[in-house]
């Protein structure tokens, strides 16, 4: 009986001394999108969480004074991003939804139950769509196919192979900043 009780008080202390040393901030942020086009309403659910865990540290552990001064350290931030569209819940590492501007007309590229479709924004056809590949890029389909990716400032960088010429074309879809 005294092994028993002897196992919990230790057990307690062990527990109560690995106190815990990060300081956890969470924010969640909802975005509700309805998107009207020619095979009718869709209602996109956006939820992205942010994450930051700083470790606490304190400047001078060793010393004796009973208020320590704590010290800065770097944090870890980590977002989440799901997405709800007809239903379908899915993880996206960033979302690239919104204006581009591509040949001098203006485009939407918004999310669909598998990747992004790109919508002529006043007829509200699909002209392409977009579906991301094992390595972080995208295969573009509409009147050709082409690899893409997004660069740092955004913007959709698209790539084909001209076939009478047998070389590699490399267009560009600017973000529009609205």
């Given amino acids: ?21 990060t300081d956890v901030k969470k924010e969640s942020t909802t975005t509700v999108k309805t998107v009207k086009d020619s095979k009718g309403e869709k209602q996109t659910v956006k939820t ?12 001078d552990p060793e010393s004796k004074s009973k208020e320590k001064e704590v010290k800065d350290t770097p944090s870890d931030v980590t977002t989440k991003i799901s997405v709800t569209v007809d239903g379908v819940t899915r993880e ?43 390595n972080g890029g995208f295969i573009v389909t509409g009147k050709k196919v082409s690899v893409g990716y ?4 955004g913007n959709l960088i698209m790539q084909s192979v001209d076939p009478k010429t047998d070389t590699v074309i490399t267009e560009k879809a600017e973000v529009v900043k609205e």
């Fill in 92 to 134: 996206i590492s960033n979302d690239y939804s919104g204006y581009y501007m591509y040949n001098g007309v203006k485009y939407k590229l918004i999310l669909d139950k598998v990747g992004y479709s790109l919508i002529h924004p006043e007829t509200k056809k699909r002209l392409a769509t977009l579906r991301e590949t094992s």
């Fill in 150 to 153: 997004f660069d740092q400032n």
């Fill in 1 to 21: 009986m005294k092994k028993v009780i002897l196992t919990i008080v230790i057990l307690f202390a062990t527990v109560c001394v690995s106190a815990q040393n």
């Fill in 48 to 59: 992205e969480e942010i994450k930051e865990v700083q470790k606490i540290e304190f400047k």
